[in-house]
């Protein structure tokens, strides 16, 4: 067997995790304060009179989500955020629901679709191996929540550079380069803050808190999560720690989509797209 074959091939992790309370954000704990305590506020009223319904599964979430976000996603007026994110911290991870999407790739994560919103979201499930992390990277204006399904993960989120310098030496590998013809001296980015992400948490990334990267701290475990991006992006930029330089990624394809493999493994395209910090 080839190394490429090798590679397409599923990695034998160890998916099981205890269960755990669903962690949500303070937001969306104050309004559920506010309801059982009935000490509504004109902001958490509503809230309260529509609850947030708990999905059965992976298909009910997805159902439930489609309903949630309408035809315009979280850029409507209509949407609440941290509705969306209460909601998606009520499904409770059953490994059963979503184990045909968690295709492993050696060596890097893998985007495996599971919905594609009618063009408005796109729901995927992200399959980390071991120690495996992306590089930084922006949303292109997209909204972003995140729930670990099983192991575990870090998010580190950076200060965006006083200014972006597109970095057009470098524009096939996975990061920016510390390449700088420019006068101006190259700068490191700057770290705002490091959270470790357990099963069922829920997180929320918007370009507007900043930049950030993500990796699967374990060793021994690979981790698996749930990202529900509004509206779909195919291109983003990372960022180069060292220099914060940027660069275009290439347009983003996924490993597998409603649990089947796309095209060859690895595709050319797929490889070009990946966000891998290696």
Known sequence: MTSVETSCLASSHSL???????VLSKEVQQIASSCSNNTHTASTAAACEDPVPVPK??????RLLHIELGVNGLDSKEVDVARVQKLMASYTSNQADWAKYAMFDKGRYTRNLVDDGNGKFNLMILAWPETIGSAIHDHSGSHCLMKVLDGELKETLYHWPERVVNDTDNADSGMGS????????????SIKKETFLRKDTVAYMHDNLGLHAVSNPLKTQGSVSLHLYTPPYEVCKTFNERSSKARSSGKCVFYSSRGEKVESCPSAAYLKCSLTNN
Do not use: C, G, Q
């Open 16 to 22: 099981l995790s205890p269960p755990v309370t669903p």
């Open 57 to 62: 599964d992976l298909d009910d979430l997805v």
């Open 178 to 189: 510390d390449n700088s013809d420019d006068d101006e001296k190259p700068t490191a980015m």
